[in-house]
């Protein structure tokens, strides 16, 4: 019976951490399994906006201010544009929400985790769930302990919160690599990089090149999260060690490394691909995938953690009404699961385009400010309440369709690049 219990949540991630926090704040028995131990590294430094909303009502408004270094926009660099174009949070459409932090995922998600613990979760690190068998009551999870020991809970309820794991997604056959977008990164932090003056030195700052973007990301020890996203093609063209071809690769993008003069390489270099990846559902009987366990998109707009814990919380509702009216289940799970695809469709609309010749044009050049208004919504996570986005985004498309038959020429090679990249698949 110890080992019983209302639900059993897999990865102490933002998303896991999030919601076994809620329900155990809400009574309910809850264990919470991660893989490794806190504090542990994790890239996707990044927060958005409409992040400081969720964190206040989970508790940790305090503790992530303390780590958190203020970030009040972004700023994209183009080398075919002659100055950066700056986004500021405080001229969206809702400007209750004009900043919010980046941090070190160490610090952060540890935060989270504890809070967790500290609402009656019971947490088990160290502890990599391997399976899960469904059966009409519930679950059971097995999993193995740091020395190989099998273990095993019993759950009414099971969320796959495991990251690019995806462990349900695998196990139920349902993980897809993204067709539409394929690419590959490579990140590492330095110290001493040059970052922006003043109010805006917390700023995230994305620059372009002819193989993708690359983001810098100050944090507030002094370090800073360097990353390039290339596509797969570019990123096959390496001959030589992760860490050479990194340095090379920045090398090729002057705002970049002038940033970067003085810099010193002070972790490994990481690269990894398969980036972007879906499952076929969020939900199933007894089960729900939240944030990365369901879909992982190009992490452009900094929207990782928000989707995470935005899912986490809506999450927990949907598991509470699954547990206490069963016969309301199938409607909240399938409320659910239209959440989950509404965030990452909006984005991915941008994120497909990212690269063409057209979008960075209206992203480095503005042209009509209530437009602007309504991108920047998005760009702060503001997708899922009812901001009046929608009228924007249909006008701001528009403009990027007949700008693209007016420079037909340009966006037919950019389409023929990014098929070709897209052929790697």
């Known amino acids: 019976m110890e080992n019983t219990y209302d639900v059993v949540v897999i990865g102490g991630g933002p998303a896991g951490s999030t919601i076994a926090a809620l329900l155990a704040q809400r009574g309910r028995k809850v264990a919470l399994l991660e893989k490794s131990k806190h504090p542990r590294f994790h890239i996707g430094e990044s927060l958005l906006p409409l992040n400081m909303p969720l964190f206040e009502q989970l508790g940790v408004a305090e503790e ?5 270094m203020p970030k009040y926009g972004a700023e994209f660099i183009s080398p075919w544009h002659d100055k950066p174009s700056l986004f500021e949070f405080a001229n969206a459409l809702d400007r209750s929400f ?16 504890r809070t967790a613990v500290r609402n009656g979760a019971s947490a088990f690190e ?22 190989g020991d099998e273990r ?38 330095f110290r001493n990089a040059k970052w922006l003056p003043g109010k805006a030195q917390g700023n995230i700052s994305l620059f372009w090149f002819d193989h993708g973007w690359c983001w810098f990301i ?12 290339c596509n797969a093609t570019y990123m096959k063209s390496r001959t030589t060690s992760p860490q050479a071809f990194f340095l090379e690769s920045i090398a090729t ?65 949907t598991v509470e009404t699954c547990l206490d009216s069963p016969d309301k289940a199938a409607r909240a799970l399938e409320r659910f699961e239209s959440m989950m695809r509404r965030g990452p469709r909006i984005f991915s609309w941008f994120i497909y ?10 992203f480095m050049k503005p042209r009509i400010r209530d437009v602007q208004a309504g991108v920047l919504s ?36 950019a389409w023929w690049k990014r098929r070709q990249a897209l052929s790697c698949l």
């Open 253 to 317: 993008v002057p705002a970049l490394a002038e940033r970067l003069r003085d810099a010193e390489l002070v972790s490994p270099v990481t690269a990894t691909g398969n980036y972007a990846y879906h499952a076929d559902r969020a939900t199933g009987p007894h089960c729900l995938l939240l944030g990365d366990a369901f879909a992982f998109i190009d992490p452009m707009f900094s929207t990782g953690v928000y989707f995470a814990m935005h899912s986490a919380f809506a999450g927990a509702e």
């Open 64 to 68: 992530i201010e303390r780590i958190g």
């Open 378 to 413: 998005v760009l702060a996570g503001d997708v899922f309440r009812n901001t009046p986005v929608g009228p924007r985004l249909v006008l701001f498309k528009t403009v990027y369709y007949l700008s693209n038959v007016i420079h037909l020429k340009r966006t037919v090679l």
């Open 218 to 229: 100050p944090l507030h020890d002094g370090a800073t999260s360097v990353g390039i996203v």
């Open 98 to 113: 004009p900043s919010t932090y980046q941090v070190r995922r160490s610090e952060f998600d540890e935060i989270l985790f």
């Open 353 to 362: 385009r990212a690269t063409s010749p057209t979008l960075r044009d209206l």
């Open 126 to 147: 160290e502890c990599r769930a391997t399976a899960v068998q469904f059966y009409p009551e519930g679950a059971i999870v097995t999993g193995s302990g740091r020395e």
């Open 152 to 189: 095993t809970w019993r759950a009414r309820f099971v969320v796959d919160a495991t990251g690019r794991d995806t462990l349900l997604a695998r196990q139920f056959g349902i993980k897809r690599r993204n067709q539409k977008h394929n690419s590959a990164a490579m990140f590492a932090h």
